[in-house]
């Protein structure tokens, strides 16, 4: 993850955006707050979908998702409420956001990844896809 980080950071991308959902998310929003010792201008916004996104989080998701938050350059919040649209508009953000896509799917799944590498396709965005077959 770091290493996809860096790459991204050496070829101009300086604004990370991460969708705060426990596991790919996680890693890598902290894998930003770790680069920050070394790129002092990396900038880390969490996107999530609505708030109280961790109210089924287990307590060890919830600490390092609370951790994130405190530590992140900007929170932006989709929705007030919780829908399951919001999980898609909280997608559709970071996608208009960015140039770049560093995403881990195993090319078969469906869900959020899976819409997410889609709409990022159809964008034309730069895929790193660090999933090993």
Not at 38 to 49: G, H, K, R, S, Y
Not at 50 to 71: A, G, M, S, V
Request: hydrophobic letters at 40%; glycine letters at 4%.
């Amino acid at each position: 993850m770091k290493e996809a980080i860096r790459y991204c950071y050496k070829n101009g991308a300086r604004f990370f955006y991460a969708g705060g959902a426990v596991g790919f998310d996680t890693i890598a929003a902290e894998a930003v707050l770790n680069l920050k010792t070394e790129f002092c201008d990396i900038v880390l916004i969490v996107v999530v979908p609505f708030p109280d996104q961790d109210k089924y989080f287990n307590t060890e998701n919830k600490n390092r998702y609370l951790n994130i938050l405190k530590q992140a350059d900007e929170v932006v919040t989709i929705s007030k409420d919780f829908s399951n649209i919001a999980y898609l508009k909280r997608n559709d953000y970071m996608i208009s956001h960015s140039c770049q896509l560093i995403a881990y799917w195993n090319e078969k799944s469906l869900g959020g990844t899976s819409y997410t590498v889609r709409k990022a396709r159809e964008k034309k965005l730069t895929i790193y896809n660090l999933f090993k077959k």
